[in-house]
């Protein structure tokens, strides 16, 4: 059954760097998604991407954020100033419509030091 | 605000008997529900999805939606101590973004 992969699995970076993180949707999905998971926390939404465009954001995805898919395959989310508090679990999500299911990638583990 | 509330846990029920989970959620608007399953330090994995009120079962598992009174459930037939997980409930308010909305989970254990 096809998945969505993420990479890398742990990133480990220094406050104020920046970062990004990868994720390979299923192939014959069109809709994308970010979500982030801080350790013992609520699943929270960040964004959503479709036909190259920004369907919907959350007020956590500021203009330190910033998505895109540059190659038709890959799907990145990129924070430009990392702080402390943008440790968490990030997940990829991918649905084949806005209606159906969204599958989870494994996730990225941010660490900010 | 849409929000989703979830009893944290943990459920206790011994193998073989029948896991009850409940969800509520805000939003009158929100269409579909989604169960996901996530272990400890894993990504959620999708179990169930329930669009229309009533039952929907899949295997062990039945999805149960009442839109009137705002309240999804999923019940686990048989369980087993791998079942034992973080069950999330999350909610989509069907526009354009598809946005999901989780409750903060409820913690299952299956006791041998």
């Given at each position: 059954e096809p998945e969505v992969t993420q990479t890398p699995s742990h990133q480990v970076t220094q406050m104020g760097q920046e970062v990004i993180l990868r994720c390979v949707p299923i192939s014959?999905?069109?809709y994308f998604y970010w979500y982030r998971q801080i350790?013992?926390?609520?699943?929270?939404?960040?964004?959503?991407?479709?036909?190259?465009e920004?369907?919907?954001?959350?007020e956590i995805f500021d203009d330190q954020f910033s998505v895109e898919r540059p190659d038709g395959s890959n799907f990145t989310l990129k924070i430009?100033?990392?702080?402390?508090?943008?440790?968490?679990?990030?997940?990829?999500?991918?649905s084949a419509s806005a209606l159906n299911e969204q599958f989870f990638g494994p996730g990225t583990r941010l660490t900010v030091l | 605000q849409k929000e989703v509330e979830q009893n944290s846990g943990p459920l206790s029920v011994p193998?073989?008997?029948?896991?009850?989970?409940?969800?509520?959620?805000?939003?009158?608007?929100?269409?579909?529900?989604?169960?996901?399953?996530?272990?400890?330090?894993?990504?959620?994995?999708?179990?169930?999805?329930?669009?229309?009120?009533?039952?929907?079962?899949d295997g062990r598992f039945t999805a149960q939606?009442?839109?009137?009174?705002?309240?999804?459930?999923?019940l686990i037939r048989d369980s087993q101590p791998s079942d034992s997980a973080t069950y999330l409930c999350a909610a989509a308010f069907n526009n354009?973004?598809?946005?999901?909305?989780?409750?903060?989970?409820?913690?299952?254990?299956?006791k041998p």
């Open positions: 014959n999905h069109l350790l013992g926390q609520k699943v929270e939404f960040l964004v959503s991407f479709y036909n190259n920004i369907s919907e954001k959350s430009r100033s990392t702080k402390l508090e943008d440790s968490a679990m990030y997940f990829c999500a991918a | 193998e073989g008997a029948i896991a009850s989970l409940n969800c509520t959620y805000s939003d009158r608007g929100s269409q579909s529900f989604f169960w996901y399953r996530q272990y400890s330090g894993k990504s959620p994995e999708l179990i169930m999805s329930i669009y229309s009120n009533g039952d929907k079962e939606l009442n839109k009137a009174s705002q309240y999804v459930s999923l354009a973004g598809n946005m999901l909305t989780f409750g903060g989970g409820t913690r299952l254990m299956v």
